[in-house]
């Protein structure tokens, strides 16, 4: 399934941004959907992941009450709100989709088991 993402651009610290997900043509039914960032000089990271199937979500430490991830009701787009956003969470941000199973799996912020990834949307942070 072919991902685009969209939403991203510059904001100073403390803004908000949302980024979104879609598949054009297809629904995130029984899908897991992970938002990813890598910014410059450091490795991919895993930053947020929900179910379409139970709506359960899991974040990485590092965004815990400051990000939300959330799908829609019609299960065709996956939106990322970051809000108190840091100079640190300037990265490319890109979603992926895994169909393997209906639950965010352990590990999955490691990405390994998304199969289908997004181009990325770029996020700056000024300080």
């Known amino acids: 399934v072919?991902?685009?993402?969209?939403?991203?651009?510059?904001?100073?610290?403390?803004?908000?941004?949302?980024?979104?997900?879609?598949?054009?043509?297809?629904?995130?039914?029984?899908?897991?959907?992970?938002?990813?960032?890598?910014?410059?000089?450091?490795?991919?990271e895993g930053v947020a992941c929900i179910s379409s199937s139970d709506g359960i979500t899991y974040y990485d430490d590092s965004v815990k009450g400051r990000f939300t991830i959330s799908i829609n009701n019609a299960k065709d787009?996956?939106?990322l709100q970051m809000n108190s956003l840091e100079p640190d969470d300037a990265a490319i941000y890109e979603c992926a989709a895994d169909k393997t199973t209906r639950t965010c799996p352990v590990g999955w912020h490691t990405g390994v088991t998304f199969a289908s990834w997004g181009q990325g949307t770029q996020v700056t942070v000024s300080s």
């Open 2 to 44: 072919q991902l685009v993402e969209s939403g991203g651009g510059m904001v100073q610290a403390g803004g908000s941004l949302r980024v979104s997900c879609a598949a054009p043509g297809f629904t995130f039914d029984n899908y897991v959907i992970g938002w990813f960032r890598q910014a410059p000089g450091k490795g991919q």
């Open 77 to 79: 787009t996956v939106y």
